[in-house]
């Protein structure tokens, strides 16, 4: 068990591993629009690693409905993580332009 939420070890391990073969796929699939890939990879990732950590704690006998899940945890968690992801792409967008400058042809 985890020691803050009381999960499985191994959720989290699942989840994030889970959540990094879908961004994947989805790079490969949108790599003309880094910003829409992105967008769409930590909205799947976030509800992937939420529902992960639903059933283990369905597995483990703690039951909270799907609706409230839904409404009081998923929700609120895919719109803070889609507004902090906006500000983290741009901020790594332009430490990669200034760490690895785009070549001028002379």
């Known amino acids: 068990m985890t020691l803050l939420s009381g999960l499985p070890i191994g959720v989290y391990i699942l989840g994030y591993v889970g959540t990094m073969l879908m961004a ?8 003309k629009f880094p910003f829409l890939g992105m967008l ?3 909205f799947f990732g976030t509800l992937v690693l939420l ?12 039951y909270i409905p ?10 609120p ?14 901020v790594m967008k332009d430490l990669a332009n200034r760490l690895y400058p785009k070549e001028i042809e002379v």
């Open 24 to 31: 994947r796929y989805i790079k490969h699939r949108i790599w």
């Open 40 to 42: 769409t990879a930590t």
């Open 51 to 62: 529902s992960i950590s639903w059933f283990a704690r369905w597995l483990t006998g703690v």
């Open 66 to 75: 799907i609706g409230n899940a839904l409404i009081l945890i998923a929700l």
């Open 77 to 90: 968690s895919v719109l803070l993580n889609l507004l902090i992801t906006v500000p983290v792409f741009y």
